[in-house]
Nanobody, 121 residues
Framework: QVQLVESGGGLVQPGGSLRLSCAASMYIFSLNAMGWYRQVPGKQRELVAVITTGGRINYGDSGKGRFTLSRDNAKNTVYLQMNSLKPEDTAVYYC???????????????WGQGTQVTVSS
């Protein structure tokens, strides 16, 4: 079982920046994947950025060039730096992890509780 705790959301003006944090309950080095999705009110959850084993990062189209995913293995934490925020970035942002139990179990998905990001003047 993997627990994920997000923080860093809040209100920000258009053009501003936020950094989201997600702390995991285990060594994130051992996870198969970790990153962020978001859910716009009334719409489906969508990919923001995910890093997989080997260090490859996949960015969703909406955040490319503005959002950056990073990690601190010593703190078991991943970060999402969001710059040049737009009103359409308003959403609940969810931390995500995939883990296969050290290859002794099938891969399972885990989700944080979500943190609200609101971009408005």
């Amino acid at each position: 079982q993997v627990q994920l705790v997000e923080s860093g959301g809040g209100l920000v003006q258009p053009g501003g920046s936020l950094r989201l944090s997600c702390a995991a309950s285990m060594y994130i080095f051992s996870l198969n994947a970790m990153g962020w999705y978001r859910q716009v009110p009334g719409k489906q959850r969508e990919l923001v950025a995910v890093i997989t084993t080997g260090g490859r990062i996949n960015y969703g189209d909406s955040g490319k060039g503005r959002f950056t995913l990073s990690r601190d293995n010593a703190k078991n934490t991943v970060y999402l730096q969001m710059n040049s925020l737009k009103p359409e970035d308003t959403a609940v942002y969810y931390c995500y992890a995939a883990y296969d139990g050290g290859a002794i179990d099938g891969e399972h998905d885990y989700w944080g509780q979500g943190t609200q990001v609101t971009v408005s003047s």
